[in-house]
């Protein structure tokens, strides 16, 4: 009994045996080779993650590279140069060296690019744009010269019926040059807050022609004047307001304060009678004869590959008491005098060439009060509208200069027929 459940237990037991046999066979040849592959895992897991760790301390140098050079091409390079632009294309460089990036590593983080100074936009209006920058300071010598012509008619007497005058007609033609030089000197405080002075130097000549119609005159008159000397001088203060950058304004206050330096019109010799009974002046004057005060606002807006610019001022002239006029018929007294204030404004636009030249176009609009005669309105002041149509061309002669061209034109009948302005600003 005991044989035959022996045999019975052992039968069931022989396959079973072997194929477990098998199967830990097999388990064990196929667990033999896991070590070296998990060896192999495991280098490349480390090696990727090296990889890994490069390419983000890569991508963080390029994002600290792309953050300088939109620093420099923003507020350092524009905040160096007057009046200037942004780079003609500043995005597409930037873009260009931040894909570049990974490939200098050998320069420092934060280089700006190899391009050069940032293009100045012709200055074609009185204030310059971007301020100087700390410890920097610009000589600027100039020319300007004006002409302007005008036909004038006086009627003097009274009429009876619209077509019949008795009186004086005065048929009167003016012809006016003045050429002003000028020498302007700024120093950067701050590369927010710059400081200017400028000193004129005016040459002016009129050619008055007239003829009296209904005094048996037959031929013309010519009354010729001039004047020179120095002028008014001027001292301005200019303080960045903002940071700005290459994409948002600048705003830069501004406030000038000119002085009564030059020849001022009541002292010079006035003629009041030759010719017809108008008064003319025998020594033209170089001065306005007011102090004055002209607070003002600029905002530029750079935008690629340009940048717009405007302002907005008034001047204030502070009236002058006991005033004396010099005539050839001894002084007369004038009283007190207070001129009318002036509510300027203009704008315009730069537009860079190549990396040397620009151009730029703009307008200038001023509106000038009626003048006051000891409390009264004068009775030959009227608001006067002077509006000017501006075109500028600079080109940078070397690193430190470069020379500003501007024409202007009038569009008002009081403008002056034109203007041609020359600076070179020299940067020390």
């Known amino acids: 009994m005991k044989t035959r459940s022996t045999r019975h237990l052992s039968r069931p037991h022989g396959p079973l045996l072997g194929l477990l046999t098998v199967c830990c066979g097999g388990l064990a040849h196929a667990a033999d080779p896991l070590p070296a592959d998990l ?4 280098a490349q897991i480390v090696e990727q993650t090296r990889h890994l760790d490069a390419i983000k301390r890569q991508v963080a140098e390029a994002d600290a590279k792309l953050v300088e050079i939109q620093r420099v091409l ?10 200037t632009g942004v780079s003609p294309v500043p995005d597409a460089q930037a873009a260009a ?9 050998s320069k420092p983080v934060g280089q700006a690019p190899t391009q050069g100074p940032v293009q100045q936009m012709a200055q074609i209006f009185e204030q310059p744009g971007i301020l100087t920058p700390r410890g920097k300071y610009v000589l600027e ?4 010269y004006g002409y302007s012509s005008s036909n004038r008619i006086s009627l003097v007497g009274y009429t009876i019926i619209p077509a019949l005058l008795i009186g004086l007609i005065d048929v009167r033609e003016v012809k006016r040059n003045t050429v002003t030089t000028t020498l302007t000197g700024r120093y950067g405080i701050t590369n927010r807050f710059e400081i200017e002075a400028k000193i004129p130097y005016v040459y002016r000549s009129d050619s008055v022609i ?3 119609l209904n005094i048996g005159e037959g031929r013309d008159q010519l009354f010729s004047s001039s004047g020179k000397g120095l002028g008014d001088v001027e001292f301005t203060g200019r303080y960045q307001l903002n940071d700005g950058g290459a994409d948002s304004p600048y705003y830069i206050g501004t406030l000038r304060v000119k002085s009564r330096t030059g020849k001022d019109p009541f002292e010079v010799l006035t003629d009041t009678v030759a010719g017809t009974s108008n008064e003319l002046q025998k020594e033209l004057p170089t001065g306005s004869g007011f102090l004055t005060v002209q607070p ?24 002058r008491s006991n005033v004396t006029l010099n005539t050839t018929n001894g002084p007369v007294p004038l009283g007190e005098i207070a001129p009318g204030g002036v ?8 537009l860079a060439i190549n990396e040397r030249s620009s151009f730029s176009i703009g307008y200038d609009h001023s509106s000038v009060g009626r003048t006051k005669i000891n409390g009264t309105n004068a009775v030959n002041s009227v608001r006067t509208q002077l509006g000017t149509l501006l075109v500028g061309y600079s080109q940078r002669l070397n690193k430190s200069t470069s020379l500003n061209v501007s024409v202007g034109m009038g569009v008002t009948r009081d403008t002056p027929d034109v203007q041609l ?4 600003p020299m940067t020390f």
């Open 141 to 144: 010598p100039g020319l300007q």
């Open 296 to 319: 003002g606002l600029t905002v530029l807006y750079p935008a690629d590959p340009a940048v717009f610019f405007g302002s907005v001022s008034y001047q204030y002239n502070f009236k």
């Open 74 to 83: 923003g507020t350092e390079a524009l905040g160096a140069q007057r009046a």
């Open 39 to 42: 060896d192999v895992l495991r």
């Open 210 to 212: 007239s003829r009296p």
């Open 421 to 424: 302005s020359v600076r070179l």
């Open 97 to 105: 060296l931040a894909q570049a990036a990974p490939a200098a590593q």
């Open 343 to 350: 509510l300027g404004f203009n704008f315009g636009m730069g």
